[in-house]
């Protein structure tokens, strides 16, 4: 009897003495777990306060200031926020005209297993002015993207999405809802050119007529490609920014004089062709029945511009009528815009095809030669007397105009950001 009682004993312990173990289990499990996250969490904070600090060097390397107030982190250990109390940038530019990016408060939520995974919840409210009129407005709720830091410690952007997005005009007029806009970019080397590629889908559209019915829109998209010798966004900009510059000053100067050209343009194409530059341009429109495409492509060849429009139009007459129905346009309109569509392109399967070509110093629709280009001379193209005459309303805008924010205006503001 008493060894079968032993035997009893000893069956009986190991289980009682395996629930501490357990316990332990559980307990080394959730402190690892916790550990990690915090490990994550910290990790996370600081990935957004350098991409954040990067934003100041970004302003300073194209001549803006931010005004910002500290980062705020909280959700420690499970879930990390930053948060901006106050954020906005202001360009402004030499006639009065400015831009500002603002948001009170910004919340940046990023993913603690990828910080460079966030999310941004605003509004952020951009808006452009001359002097204190607004012009234009964006709002934006909520932003997803993926941002990081190149080996410059230049912001990129290669992907974004942006939900609930309202456009208006002159302040409070809305012109344009879309639910959400996806954005990518990416770029590549190949030889001496550096492919960039960017593209823009918005679904969910809404054009607003200021009257009672809307124009719906289930998808709009937009992409470009731009083969160029340089190697980044940084110096393309860079270049363009300076070109435009020094080109408008020039054509402002020759306005002055009452000069009878436009400053010259043959060196400027002959160094796009000697590079092998090019792009191309496609935007898509689509809404029930009906839908539009373009297409556009360009390149310098012997020292002349080539450029090719490609124009797909799907029961144009319904979009036309659409139109109408909002009260966007008259029915008089849409009729000689209907009149004008069947003389220039040809209709295929339901879709009226047009085409536009820019090709040996000749431009053509569809088959037509329409102006020949062979006799023209790039450094004596004549300077179109209504460019001077934006140019003198501008001047007598900026008098009236008040600056916007002098003491923390900015020089511009990069789409690379």
């Known amino acids: 009897m008493a060894t079968k009682k032993s035997v009893s004993q000893k069956s009986i312990e190991p289980q009682g003495s395996s629930i501490p173990k357990q316990s ?34 970004v302003a300073n390397k194209y001549g803006y200031t931010l005004e910002k107030d ?48 966030v999310k941004i919840t605003g509004p952020l409210t951009y808006g452009a002015y001359v002097g204190e009129t ?35 005009r002159d302040g409070d007029q809305k012109i344009l809802s879309v639910k959400e806009i996806d ?9 001496a050119l550096t492919h960039f590629k960017s593209e823009i889908v918005g679904e969910g559209v809404e054009l607003a007529s200021g009257h009672a019915t809307s124009i719906g829109i289930d998808k709009v998209s937009l992409s470009t490609s731009l083969a160029s010798p340089y190697k980044t966004e940084d110096e393309v900009m860079k270049a363009f920014t300076e070109f435009n510059q020094n080109f408008s ?52 060849k012997d020292d002349f ?40 392109g040809k209709e295929e399967s339901g879709k009226r095809k047009i085409d536009l070509v820019l090709e040996n110093k000749e431009l053509k629709l569809g088959e037509k030669v329409i102006l020949d280009l062979k006799d023209t001379n790039l450094d004596q193209i004549k300077l179109p007397v209504q460019y001077c005459a934006q140019i003198k309303a501008m001047a007598a805008m900026q008098k009236k105009a008040e600056p916007v924010n002098p003491a923390g205006s900015l020089a511009g503001l990069s789409p690379a950001v």
Request: hydrophobic share 40%; with cysteine.
């Open 134 to 168: 607004p012009l234009m407005t964006v709002k934006v709720q909520k932003l997803k993207g993926h941002f990081s830091q190149g080996k410059d410690g230049a912001l990129a952007v290669p992907s974004l999405t942006a939900y609930d997005v309202d456009l208006a």
């Open 249 to 300: 000053r020039d054509i402002e100067k020759r306005c002055e004089e009452g000069a009878e050209y436009l400053p010259p343009l043959l060196e400027t194409t002959k160094a796009i062709g000697a590079s092998k530059g090019s792009f191309d341009f496609s935007f898509g429109i689509k809404g029930g029945e009906y839908g539009a495409k373009l297409d556009c492509a360009g390149q310098v």
């Open 305 to 344: 511009p080539e450029i090719k429009i490609h124009v797909e139009l799907e029961n144009a007459d319904k979009f036309l009528d659409l139109t109408v129905e909002s009260g966007a346009i008259t029915t008089s309109v849409s009729r000689a815009i209907s009149l004008f569509l069947a003389g220039i």
């Open 183 to 191: 954005f990518k970019r990416s770029e590549k080397t190949d030889g």
């Open 24 to 57: 332990k289990i559980i307990g080394l499990v959730l402190a690892v777990g916790l550990g990690g996250t915090s490990v994550l969490w910290y990790v996370g904070k600081n990935k957004i306060q350098s991409l954040s600090e990067s934003l100041d060097d």
């Open 70 to 117: 500290p980062l705020e982190f909280s959700g420690f250990p499970f879930s990390l926020k930053a948060t901006f109390p106050k954020f906005k940038a202001t360009t402004e530019g030499a006639r009065g005209e400015a831009n500002i990016l603002q948001g009170e408060p910004i919340v940046i939520s990023p993913a603690l297993w990828n910080p460079s995974h």
